[in-house]
């Protein structure tokens, strides 16, 4: 491969061309192909967007239809048919079918720019500054948003003070078993030096952070201190939700009521770029019209493409297939790791984002790197790097998914033999 | 127009719509079309990001083509043979002729995340936490960039402090003559209590803040104190760059040497986001891999049409066209002020981007709803969106400018006529 | 009793003259009498200072013999031979017996600016800017200090975000059980989104905060953790040092090792002003000459009487009698609280700082009323002030304690049966 | 002299010690003498504290009185007789005679804690945050006061960021002249970015900064910029007021008309701490009984003295005296600056407070240390220490002033000769 224009012109802060060292020429479902022929099974899917798989057929041909007919493609936060196609069928297949009227709003096309907007209409509804996140929870890069997030590392690049955040441990993180109760008697206790927060901001899937699965009490535990204290509830779905875990959000069965949802990644179906809140109705109403703006609020293309995608959850073998694929993920791992007893290896997940914890960075480095030489694309994440994580698109097929976790496994070995 | 489904389900937030009511369904070069079939001139292009037009056919059948042959519509920031070919082509035609070694890194899709990046490296470049912004200045919505947004409706949605900026008046605004000689003058004062910033980052057009136009002296002044004091002199060229103002940059041709430029709007070309910084090599330097990162950072489809749009800039004849249409706006502008001699209306602008300061803002809301009757989109900005600005495709074609331009002249004498 | 004059010109933040509607006139170790002759037990003692009675009769010869000799009054940080005699007198008296090898630091002459500068000398020594503060801790009312003070009344005077802080909840408060060992946890957590603080501020007594004390145990975890991570561990022995619990510093025999000890109040011996803390070497070497300077840290009527203070803590019947008398408080309050069951009254206490919590605000309110006419001084502290503090002079006479003591239990009766 | 007390004992803090490397044993009026017997003449004045002398016998008198009738040395905020004598004592001297009516309000006694006390002020009465101060000025050394603190060394030290403060150039600073206006356009400008702030917080004098005395032209400048945007007009009178410059305060006779005084240093009479705030009506009414609270807000001792202190501004000659020593000193400076016209030296000052700006700290400092050897106490301040201030006692005799006078030229001749 040949990276001299890359080298010569790109800024040093390029990361992922690092851990996957070719140049990708195309791409179909789940298999990207470089630029010497060499094809790749993607078990990283666009870090989460990609859960149609690469160039689906279906909004392919809806995109170029809509790119001939002459569509609105940049339509700021005006109204066009698109949009409105979109909203109501958002509304049909996710609302509805839920009983939720929460209200939908479009910002920046960055899963960051959704935490930011959902964290200054938290301080708006609420007049209160605080917002509880918790450990090994990523929200975004943006200064708001990059508060929320926990990693040490990307908190230190903001060259300032991150503010106005109350961290508490996440339920699987060391002291999080006692937080919320502790944290709740603390704001009860009208001495405590603490006033109630804005928001509790919270993952019900940490991907990022390392594959960690909230139980539904614990869930509902920061949910009701939040309503306890006046706060608002919000879920960041942005990786997990769309489907990843098995439900179009990553709480659905749960009996959970948010506040406010965001969205992301996954909602534009093609990897094509849109944000989107989801927001009670009487927390929306804070709002005044223009409060939070952003130039590429309305793709026409991300519209089509994320309309497309909603017909995947009408489909009531989709998820049945998600499922049964995510069992089959993770029953693999399991198997791995026991044969492999000595290692400690956990195994967790939901749905489609199962992952290997092997308790060592430069380890799970290593697997990532043989299995880029099998021809398998993964990405390690959670504290060090040493969680390996798999998200491969939900539409995935059988075979594949088979090829992938076998490649997996041989990746696995390779770095187990080389220790 | 039916607007029930927005009405019904999108947030309270929602904007521009309020300006045009109608349900776009088409749109070509300036012109939109609504679900109605009533046509506009669109003398707004998406908030300057329509540089080319709606629709672009170059675009278009670029786009087409990337998406039959199956493409790579997202990378992250890998590697990929699109991502190349628009890195090697900026590099070609911008970069190269101007004799500039910058760095191009790229964000998540939004002007906002771009100075986001930007504030971050210039704090760590230094070591230091202020930023100076000015007076009327526009930078973005999330609480990085939007400390440094000087526009108090903005700020106040924030529902935090906003810590880190030194703000300073801009060269045309109250109190600005002097400020930047007051200013240096502190810094050198080893008892004033002020220590120098890691960065100036100013607009060398200010878009959103009222088309207000820097000198080139104020620019060189700002950029020779910024340089004493150890501080990067950063360039905001989102809405005024990517040929608006009749260069590929606002301030070609000033002999600047800014050390972070910001891109976006326009860069994308057909209206597909992206964001890209260019940094000096010795300012990019301080990034860490990955410091930054963002899910759509890689936007294939934003990429080829992007490419395309650098095509127009090997164009001779096309800049000078720019600056010939800038001047017809120009001229009509005066001589529509001129027969107004009583209102008091000023004309600012450079190229492409022509403006009428009204000093009424109701009045100026009132020209917007008249020329949408009309059939022309134009949008306000500026204190209390006084200022009528307009920013039409620079592929505008002649008869549409000047259509658009007795559309104004009417709708300015309809609100006129009301007062 | 006449208050035009304090009533005309006064501000109206006055307020310890509205729990005591008097004016005195004198004062005589542990009563005070008012013009119109009533006298008054003290059991507030200038909240903690006059650890030695009013105008103690040793202490009150030293200080005329000073002015007669027109001795140094005043003398910023200079050295005066009234200073070496008491930084000597301390030295023998106070760190030689207990082998510390602390530095003695003089500043303004507040508990705040004791505080404040605790706070700045952590800061530096650790280049580190969180310091952690417990549930229901006070540490003054200047910027630095309060952010570190848990009353929310006081807090939100500030008018200012009060930062840099992380609460957590005392031992005895609600969580307090669990968050040492929680938080402990997460700062291990290297993706927690915690950083170790610069130190851990606490009070071995929590006075103000309603009287809570710290077992050694938990001191002794709080230590651990700050050594651990490389943190300071402060105590702030403001009102509980300097004899008040029996030993002449709160801690005395718990086998801690704090690296800074901030020291006001009872220090002065005479109700004179003085502030100092204690350094350990290693740490006080971050300090700069002059880096905290102000104007009355030198003052030389403290000094004197100060250094007739010290004398007390060479007799050793003296603490004794305090732990006796303090033994004698508390069997009171506990039959007194044995009589009244149903009140769930709880008594709480070290030495001669006893207390006795109503659990209700407006009860202990109407207590102190009562206790007032009946000619006793007392001061509710704790949440809503529900919590009935008892800090006579050291000095205080037996029969004087009696007889506070049987004022105190008729106003609980009095304020009992108006319920 | 024996330091070894202080050297094995004291904070490495220590400052003014290391300026006058001696141990004081008695003090009298512009005179302290060491323990080995030598005398110096005291032109400094415990940092502008002692302006009726050490040991002013009138005082000492009183104290000892005082202190035989056991009066009440420490009340907190309490009604006490000694307390009504100096309010009554103040209201009569200063207040009535000036159609003021202000309240008083009394604090920690430290210049900072008055500073903090009145931020808190401007803050709760205006619901701003930020407060205006100027470069070069001295307010204080805990978090709130040092925020507006401009010297960088301070700063430095304080270990976290000094927010809330918004910094201007002082009228005689490097771009003061223009520093006010501009600021105000800023104001005025709907769009600037700047909010108004809650106060202005001026010295009339800066002392610690230099000896700068502000116009009464510019004063009433920042005054009415205060009232037009709605800010209070704050001046800090800690070390300039109390008679220093010839009036009580150091703006007495500009017909200005400030909502706060802080006053502290000359207020106490004796070396005695206290501080006051003077707080128009109608501001003071936003405190909330016991918001500041302070142990040692009531001294009995300070209150005793400060009245006498009182007394001198009764009886006519003592301010015309006071303006007849200072011109003495002025008349001095200004020759020996004649005599040396090629140093450079700047002659300043008001009152009694008059200064040699050296521009020479190194210099400065060689000058202080040949004054301390030849027998006279003077305090370089300014930046880097360069300017010489003079601020002996207010009742210095004519002929210790003139030998002071003479002491001072000697000290610069031989610093010169050394150059």
Redo the contacts between chains.
Sequence with gaps: ?D?T??E???????????N?????????NAR?VD?DGKSYLDFFA?????NFG??NPRM?DA??AF???????????????T??DF??R??EVV?EPRGMDH???????????AV?AA??L???ATGR?EIV?????FHG?????L?A????A??Q?????L??IQ?L?FET???GE??I??????L????????PP?AFLVEAVQAE??VNVASTEWLHEVQDLAHEVGALFIIDDIQAGVGRTGGYFSFDGMGLDPDIITL??GLGG????IAM?L?KPEV??H??????????RG???SFVAGTVALDYFTDEAFLAEVLAKGQRMRDRLESIAAKNPDRGWEVRGRGMMQALDTHDGAFAKRVQQAAFEAGLLIGPC???GRVIKLIPPLTIPEDDLAAGLDLLEGALTAASDAD
């Excluded at 890069?141 to 948003?145: I, K, N, V």
């Excluded at 690049?157 to 003070?161: F, H, R």
Aim: with cysteine; proline share 5%; charged share 15%.
């Design positions: 491969m990276a224009v890359f010569s012109h790109e800024s040093t802060i390029r990361g992922y061309c690092r996957y060292p070719t140049v990708f020429a195309s791409a179909s990207q630029e666009g870090a989460g967007v990609l690469h160039n392919k995109l170029i790119l001939q007919a002459d569509g609105v493609a940049h339509s700021l936060d005006t109204y066009t048919t949009k409105r909203i109501a958002f509304q609302l209200k939908m709003q479009f910002m920046g096309p960055t899963g960051s720019n930011e964290m200054k938290a301080r708006l500054r996140a918790f450990s090994h929870g890069m943006t200064l708001g948003s508060a997030t926990a990693n040490h990307f908190r690049w903001a060259g300032v003070p503010e106005n961290r441990p993180a060391p002291g006692s937080a109760a502790d944290y709740a008697a603390a009860r206790d009208p001495s405590s030096g603490m006033r804005a952070g390392g992301a990644k093609f990897g094509t770029p809140n927001n929306d109403a709002w005044s019209p223009g409060a939070h703006t952003g130039t590429f793709q026409g293309l959670g504290s060090e």
